[in-house]
């Protein structure tokens, strides 16, 4: 399995960014899908989560209402739209993906996501 993160970069607070995860090895559209972060000297961070289906999504309290998750999974990809960023979005931010099953999309422990890719580094200047 392999999933790789691209679309990070340098922004301004306030302004936005897309995420891509592209996916391989895996049957893209049985996975619940998700992305977490890692700010420097901080733990990882549940970011969001969307069901196989994409009926389905999860946000941390951090980024509800500024962030959109979403999938497309004839492409078997992955976004993240960060709209209004902040300086404290600064961080590396993972895809990840586990297998789906009744509920895995409130999955929010790191240790929940069998499968994470290397990661894309988000930098917002204020």
């Known amino acids: 399995v392999q999933l790789q993160a691209s679309g990070g970069g340098l922004v301004q607070a306030g302004g936005s960014l897309r995420l891509s995860c592209a996916a391989s090895g895996l049957t893209f559209g049985t996975y619940t899908m998700g992305w977490f972060r890692q700010a420097p000297g901080k733990e990882r961070e549940f970011v969001a989560a969307?069901?196989?289906?994409?009926?389905?999504?999860n946000y941390a309290d951090s980024v509800k209402g500024r962030f959109t998750i979403s999938r497309d999974n004839t492409k078997a990809s992955m976004y993240l739209q960060m709209n209004s960023v902040k300086p404290e979005d600064t961080a590396v931010y993972h895809c990840?993906?586990?297998?789906?099953?009744?509920?895995?999309?409130?999955?929010?422990?790191?240790?929940?996501?069998?499968?994470w890719g290397q990661g894309t580094l988000v930098t917002v200047s204020s």
């Open positions: 969307i069901t196989w289906g994409g009926t389905t999504t």
């Open positions: 990840v993906a586990s297998r789906a099953s009744f509920g895995s999309v409130w999955n929010i422990k790191p240790v929940e996501y069998g499968y």
